[in-house]
């Protein structure tokens, strides 16, 4: 079994390679992990993950300036539904589109738009640090307790048009989506790579998750 | 709600851990990696590597450290010192850093700011301020470790760096580096309630209540710590459960 995840220069993509290296290797039958952009590669993951730092649109323009990159994702995923997980703007990345420096397509695959945090004045912006998160029971959110602590750093959140797709939120002090979950695509806007015991658990979660 | 972070800082001379009193008289207190695994282990919230090593030959010892950490600790971890150009903050993004602080080469050329923010996102980058009083004018910023004087006024420098893209500003106050009589409450909340990004307070913490005064009078949304963990003063569970009980939101 094959899991890719995408480089496409994001900077997070050695703390996310690093932790899910370690939860792997303490599975029975672990993955074979590929970081890798070459499409032939993508098209023969059985899971994939996307990392994601930085602006909308700058990530969105480093995956499409790889030939093939974006199509072979969508194969797999769309096409072949092939478990996904997208973390922070690998997350966002699934909008129909993002507000941040003015209006840009995502990939259209869950529907609702990135929009900025609507905060009061004494609030910081980015939303920066551990905070609460509250969920939907699922197997993707196995052996985590309600209102867990889990890093985020983000200045935008992706607003899902269907309730249904936002399983996990958190406060600040307005309601953000902290995850979101529509048939075999995740994404957590938290990042569990830096979020010590309880982010290994979502990485195991998401190794062990089979979506029908 | 959103946790007051509470992160150990150290001190690498040559991959060595060590922590000043006034940025002199330099004691060693250890292995970083191994440091680094005992402060996530208990609970510290980030971790912060500030490199004090003079020469550029030994740049590739503090990578190792770096690169070991990363494979052993899963929060947050932020290099700086000696930062100067992109490529300095790629390799150490490379290595497995988080986010990047950048202290004297953001002064003497302000365009690296939002470069650099352009490039990794503002959540990578930290702008590192020394800052020291300057009578009652507000506080001027040093460079170069704090050896050289500038007469950029902090508050204004601050406000400049968040706009052009700085994710978070880490705030020492010279003035109290190394003395453990609480960090400078006036200098934090003065930066702190000008700008939008969050302030990480810096210098002076010598007590429990001190990191208490840093959150209520500083207004600092995360409180750095260097000697008062290495020599087991304090542990950072002490730190939670003091701020805890004054019920100020922690990770626990």
């Given at each position: 079994m094959k899991l890719v995840i995408i480089n496409y220069g994001s900077g997070n993509l050695h703390s996310v390679n690093k932790a899910f290296e370690v939860v792997n290797n303490n599975l029975e039958n672990p993955y074979e992990i590929i970081v890798t952009n070459t499409p032939s590669e993508i098209l023969n993951a059985d899971k994939l993950v996307l990392p994601g730092v930085g602006a909308f649109q700058d990530c969105k323009n480093a995956i499409h300036k790889i030939d093939g990159l974006f199509d072979s994702l969508e194969q797999v995923v769309i096409g072949e539904k092939k478990a996904f997980m997208g973390i922070c703007v690998g997350m966002q990345l699934l909008a129909e589109k993002s507000l941040e420096f003015g209006e840009c397509e995502g990939f259209?695959?869950?529907?609702?738009?990135?929009?900025?945090?609507?905060?009061?004045?004494?609030?910081?912006?980015?939303?920066?640090?551990?905070?609460?998160?509250?969920?939907?029971?699922?197997?993707?959110?196995?052996?985590?307790?309600?209102?867990?602590?889990?890093?985020?750093?983000?200045?935008?959140?992706?607003?899902t048009q269907k309730n249904?797709?936002?399983?996990?939120?958190?406060?600040?002090?307005?309601?953000?989506?902290?995850a979101v979950l529509k048939e075999n695509i995740f994404g957590t806007q938290f990042h569990p790579e830096k979020s010590h015991n309880n982010g290994k658990q979502i990485i195991a979660n998401f190794l062990e998750w089979e979506p029908s | 709600m959103l946790k007051k972070r509470i992160i150990p800082c150290l001190d690498v001379d040559?991959?060595?851990?060590?922590?000043?009193?006034n940025f002199v008289d330099l004691i060693d207190a250890g292995d970083p990696v191994e440091q680094a695994?005992?402060?996530?282990?208990?609970?510290?919230?980030?971790?912060?590597?500030?490199?004090?090593?003079?020469?550029?030959?030994?740049?590739?010892?503090?990578?190792?450290?770096?690169?070991?950490?990363?494979?052993?600790?899963?929060?947050?971890?932020?290099?700086?010192?000696?930062?100067?150009?992109?490529?300095?903050?790629?390799?150490?993004?490379?290595?497995?850093?988080?986010?990047?602080?950048?202290?004297?080469?953001?002064?003497?050329?302000?365009?690296?700011?939002?470069?650099?923010?352009?490039?990794?996102?503002?959540?990578?980058?930290?702008?590192?301020?020394?800052?020291?009083?300057?009578?009652?004018?507000?506080?001027?910023?040093?460079?170069?470790?704090?050896?050289?004087?500038?007469?950029?006024?902090?508050?204004?420098?601050?406000?400049?760096?968040?706009?052009?893209?700085?994710?978070?500003?880490?705030?020492?106050?010279?003035?109290?580096?190394?003395?453990?009589?609480?960090?400078?409450?006036?200098?934090?909340?003065?930066?702190?309630?000008?700008i939008d990004i969050p302030v990480i307070a810096s210098g002076g913490v010598g007590n429990l209540e001190h990191f208490v005064?840093?959150?209520?009078?500083?207004?600092?949304?995360?409180?750095?710590?260097?000697?008062?963990?290495?020599?087991?003063e304090y542990s950072i569970k002490d730190v939670k459960t003091y701020l805890a009980e004054q019920n100020i939101a922690v990770r626990i």
């Open positions: 259209g695959w869950i529907p609702g738009e990135v929009i900025k945090i609507e905060a009061p004045a004494d609030y910081k912006i980015p939303h920066m640090g551990w905070n609460e998160v509250t969920f939907r029971n699922h197997e993707l959110l196995n052996n985590i307790s309600q209102n867990t602590d889990f890093y985020f750093v983000h200045s935008y959140y992706f607003r249904d797709n936002c399983i996990a939120t958190t406060k600040y002090p307005n309601p953000i989506t902290a | 040559r991959g060595r851990v060590v922590k000043g009193v695994k005992i402060y996530n282990s208990e609970g510290a919230d980030e971790l912060c590597f500030l490199d004090i090593t003079a020469s550029s030959d030994d740049r590739e010892t503090l990578f190792e450290v770096v690169k070991k950490t990363a494979e052993n600790c899963f929060i947050p971890l932020t290099v700086g010192g000696g930062v100067r150009t992109i490529d300095d903050i790629s390799r150490l993004l490379h290595h497995g850093a988080d986010k990047v602080s950048i202290n004297t080469a953001a002064v003497e050329n302000i365009d690296l700011v939002a470069k650099a923010a352009k490039k990794y996102g503002s959540s990578t980058i930290v702008i590192a301020v020394d800052a020291k009083k300057n009578g009652d004018k507000g506080w001027n910023i040093f460079t170069h470790g704090g050896r050289k004087p500038t007469d950029i006024d902090a508050l204004e420098y601050c406000i400049e760096v968040a706009n052009l893209g700085a994710g978070e500003i880490l705030l020492t106050s010279m003035d109290r580096d190394g003395t453990k009589i609480g960090f400078d409450n006036d200098l934090l909340s003065t930066v702190s309630s000008s005064e840093g959150v209520l009078k500083g207004g600092a949304s995360a409180l750095l710590a260097a000697s008062i963990f290495h020599f087991g």
